[in-house]
């Protein structure tokens, strides 16, 4: 089966999806056209992730400091790209779509790939922060044989928007490198954990969010939580805000100014982690607050569950798959409520920790390891070979 993804290349989503595609079929062979922004083809090994990349964005360093006629450079080199690909495109079994982002669609939209088998899989963020791109997003699900959505709820989100037939849908998650690092990890304890990362062994660590973005409501959550300054510091509460990627430096820095002015006991993680260390944090964490604005999936959040932490989130972001799981997590209706919720926890963090260890127990979680999910990729690629529209619930 020959492979040819549209999305980033250097996404570590897409590159363990390739990885475990292989390790499942090693008949398969994968090429990327790879849409993120590259100065430097060669650069980046990416020659042991794929069989062939194809670089569809390409500005040199001159060209960067010449905003005027960038964008023109970007459209000449990515449609040169874009006619040689079309030259060899009858060669692929299964054109596939890793999100349905402006510049993946813009990729698809000038290939000739009207014969191909082509799947369109949505990322989540690519739905809910569409923008004014919601309508070339309609075009490309017409040309789509199959949609893979995560989640029911998203399935449900996605269809109140755009028409799609039930029989294209499939169900597949990514799953998360950082939880096969936490099965291998499963006996080393909090206090190694902290050790491993320099956090205090006394200290009641409560991590908030996942990276940097504005998204995740730091700057709220921290106005909030600073009206229980008094708990927070008789518990010697440790607030740690990872922000080691997607980050914008000037949002960062004010969170830090505010965390500051209010006097509070912090830690910015900002330099980047490899999955043992994000599983050391993981493991280090007590409490995990997670109130982005809106999600599909939260790979961080599982991850955070499946260590045992006591997990709050927002009850607008679509969990139910989780619940109906019979994994436990606290939710609250609305930002306003996380301190109240927070002093709640502190006050009775024993009780929480038993329900936690009783509920979430490993095994709920076998689903989110690439070693398993990767089967359902498998399956959706494989249906290139028999493209009629069977009916099909997606979820069961």
Not at 44 to 51: A, C, E, Q
Not at 181 to 210: K, P
Not at 376 to 390: I, L, T
Request: net charge positive; hydrophobic share 40%.
């Amino acid at each position: 089966m020959r492979i040819l993804i549209i999305g980033d290349a250097y996404n570590q989503y897409n590159i363990a999806l390739v990885e475990y595609l292989k390790l499942y079929d090693r008949r398969v062979v994968v090429d990327i056209i790879n849409t993120r922004v590259v100065t430097d083809p060669n650069s980046g090994d990416l020659r042991f992730k794929y069989d062939n990349v194809y670089h569809y964005r390409v500005l040199g360093k001159i060209e960067r400091r010449l905003p005027k006629i960038r964008s023109w450079i970007l459209k000449f080199r990515g449609a040169r790209v874009i006619r040689n690909i079309n030259q060899q495109l009858f060669s692929y079994d299964v054109l596939c779509l890793q999100g349905f982002w402006f510049d993946v669609m813009n990729a698809f939209l000038e290939l000739d790939a009207k014969h191909i088998f082509t799947i369109g899989a949505f990322w989540g963020s690519d739905f809910y922060q569409r923008g004014t791109f919601g309508s070339k997003v309609a075009s490309v699900l017409d040309r789509c044989d199959r949609i893979v959505i995560s989640t029911k709820e998203m399935a449900h989100d996605i269809r109140s928007v755009y028409n799609i037939s039930d029989s294209k849908i499939r169900n597949c998650i990514f799953g998360l490198a950082p939880l096969e690092e936490l099965y291998r990890m499963r006996r080393v304890s909090r206090s190694e954990a902290r050790a491993a990362l320099n956090i205090e062994q006394d200290a009641l660590v409560i991590t908030c969010g996942y990276n940097g973005r504005p998204h995740q409501q730091h700057r709220q959550v921290i106005k909030y939580l600073a009206t229980i300054k008094d708990i927070l510091e008789k518990e010697r509460v440790l607030l740690l805000f990872p922000m080691t990627y997607a980050v914008e430096a000037n949002y960062k820095e004010s969170v830090k100014s505010l965390l500051s002015s209010f006097g509070l006991n912090y830690r910015v993680l900002e330099t980047y982690m490899t999955d043992q260390e994000i599983a050391y944090l993981r493991i280090a964490t007590d409490i995990f607050i997670q109130l982005q604005v809106s999600d599909a999936f939260s790979g961080s959040m599982r991850e955070h569950l499946f260590a045992k932490n006591i997990v709050i989130t927002g009850a607008w972001l679509p969990y139910q798959s989780l619940i109906d799981e019979g994994i436990y997590f606290e939710v609250i209706n609305d930002i306003e409520s996380v301190s109240k919720k927070v002093r709640h926890v502190l006050q009775n963090i024993e009780s929480y920790r038993d329900v936690v260890q009783l509920a979430n127990s490993h095994e709920k979680f076998e689903m989110s390891r690439w070693p398993i999910c990767i089967a359902e990729w498998h399956n959706a690629f494989s249906e290139y070979k028999s493209k009629n529209d069977g009916k099909k619930d997606p979820f069961n």
